[in-house]
């Protein structure tokens, strides 16, 4: 079998049809356990940052969901700073995070370069 016959076999219906079927019961079971733990996250990141507002809740939904994939705590730091160099506040980060991952390490740091930085001697 050549390669255009091998082509043209990846575009007949069945073959499709069949790569689907192969992968929809994996694909629902996955995506049912997801969508409970995204509901999950999705309730206490809004009870957390009550009182913000409502059109950054959907920020901090989504930098919690980034966090929760992150298992160092230099990505975790790394994701937190991308994330308040968007404009969200670092305070309710914090309590985000120390709600629901119980990690604060980092959290008050700020990069400042007139700590360290002399005209005379910068290096």
């Given at each position: 079998?050549?390669?255009?016959?091998?082509?043209?076999?990846?575009l007949q219906a069945g073959v499709i049809?069949?790569?689907?079927?192969?992968?929809?019961?994996l694909a629902v079971k996955k995506q049912?356990?997801?969508?409970?733990?995204?509901?999950?996250?999705?309730?206490?990141?809004?009870?957390?940052?009550?009182?913000?507002?409502?059109?950054?809740?959907?920020?901090?939904?989504?930098?919690?969901?980034?966090?929760?994939?992150?298992?160092?705590?230099?990505?975790?730091?790394?994701?937190?700073?991308?994330?308040?160099?968007?404009?969200?506040?670092?305070?309710?980060?914090?309590?985000?995070?120390?709600?629901?991952?119980?990690?604060?390490?980092?959290?008050?740091?700020?990069?400042?370069?007139?700590?360290?930085?002399?005209?005379?001697?910068?290096?």
């Open positions: 079998m050549g390669r255009t016959e091998k082509y043209a076999a990846k049809a069949q790569g689907y079927e192969n992968t929809k019961d049912t356990s997801y969508f409970a733990s995204a509901v999950e996250l999705e309730t206490k990141v809004k009870g957390i940052v009550d009182g913000c507002p409502s059109y950054l809740v959907h920020f901090y939904i989504a930098y919690a969901e980034e966090f929760r994939r992150k298992k160092t705590d230099w990505e975790r730091w790394i994701v937190t700073q991308k994330w308040r160099a968007r404009g969200l506040d670092i305070v309710r980060m914090g309590d985000v995070t120390c709600g629901l991952f119980n990690w604060a390490c980092g959290m008050s740091w700020v990069w400042d370069e007139t700590s360290f930085w002399d005209e005379d001697a910068w290096w």
